[in-house]
């Protein structure tokens, strides 16, 4: 079992950078693979990037890749999104989800645990 919770949402102006942060709760966190999803209102949801269990695995979306980075450190049980060069369509829920594949995945319907989300706002 792991729980999951998000933190570091919050409004910014284009161009800007925010770190994301998903705190586990679990002895297994690191055999699980993890990664972070964004929902905008009225759409679906879609992967923005994950990463394997050992950390050596990576999978961004083609319209964040150059611009977020995800990571994780499995001793404190965190995982991260850096995100810079931020846009008015970065807006969106973002959600830290985690499966116990060992092989990264952008397929939500792969996850088992989800967090509860956090609003990031991009101005212009």
């Known amino acids: 079992q792991v729980q999951l919770v998000e933190s570091g949402g919050g409004l910014v102006q284009a161009g800007g950078s925010l770190r994301l942060s998903c705190a586990a709760s679990?002895?297994?966190?690191?055999?699980?693979?993890v990664g972070w999803f964004r929902q905008a209102p009225g759409k679906e949801r879609e992967s923005v990037a994950v990463i394997s269990w050992i950390g050596g695995s990576t999978y961004y979306a083609d319209s964040v890749k150059g611009r977020f980075t995800i990571s994780r450190d499995n001793a404190k049980n965190m995982l991260y999104l850096q995100m810079n060069s931020l846009a008015p369509e970065d807006t969106a829920v973002y959600y830290c989800?985690?499966?116990?594949?060992?092989?990264?995945?952008?397929?939500?319907?792969?996850?088992?645990?989800w967090g509860q989300g956090t609003q990031v706002t991009v101005s212009s």
């Open positions: 679990g002895r297994t966190f690191s055999r699980y693979t």
């Open positions: 989800a985690a499966s116990r594949g060992s092989v990264p995945t952008a397929d939500p319907r792969s996850y088992d645990y």
